[in-house]
């Protein structure tokens, strides 16, 4: 059996699992909420020169990011009782090198592998700052808030544990997570 026919296999399906996982509402919903909680951390940023250093505490929240979501792909794994997350990665090692360009498992794990990249994340979450404060101006570091837009530092990381306004998770977003150690 060739290695592109075991990616197309029935009986080797945990890619596809991890694919429906991630793509999932509720994982999706988990993305976006973490993006709304952690918007603020980037206000910052805007404004900023390309190029310019990134402040130690966007760094921070990427770390917690990759560690939540990665951290949810392998419990998912784990708890499908067909494989490791070694399988996975070499399930998606052998779609890399044999499935064509436009195949929807290639697009999906280039896809999963960009979410891992701190330029990529950072990007996101601009978006979400962007979103959140239309109206920001770094200048003056004048932030204009809705009322349901409240938000609380946590005592143990003021810079990056945020928590949500209560009506948070409302829009969709792409899959997320993990990266090949």
Do not use: W
């Not at 991630?22 to 404004?47: I, N, R």
């Not at 404060?133 to 004048?142: A, N, Q, R, V």
Request: hydrophobic share 35%; glycine share 4%; net charge negative.
């Amino acid at each position: 059996m060739s290695e592109e026919s075991k990616i197309d296999s029935p009986t080797r399906d945990l890619l596809d699992r991890v694919q429906e996982f991630c793509m999932s509402k509720d994982f999706e919903g988990q993305f976006d909420e973490f993006a709304k909680v952690h918007a603020d951390t980037f206000l910052p940023a805007v404004g900023m020169e390309s190029g310019a250093e990134h402040q130690l505490e966007f760094h921070a929240c990427f770390e917690e990011y990759l560690e939540h979501f990665e951290g949810k792909i392998k419990r998912f794994i784990e708890s499908t009782g067909e494989g490791t997350v070694e399988d996975f990665y070499e399930e998606c090692r052998i779609a890399l090198e044999t499935l064509g360009e436009f195949h929807p498992k290639r697009f999906f794990i280039e896809a999963l592998l960009a979410t891992t990249e701190y330029p990529i994340f950072f990007s996101l979450m601009m978006g979400e700052v962007r979103k959140q404060h239309p109206d920001y101006k770094p200048e003056t570091g004048e932030v204009v808030e809705d009322e349901e837009r409240l938000v609380l530092r946590s005592s143990a990381h003021p810079s990056c544990h945020l928590l949500p306004p209560p009506s948070a998770n409302k829009h969709p977003s792409s899959p997320i997570t993990s990266r090949n150690d």
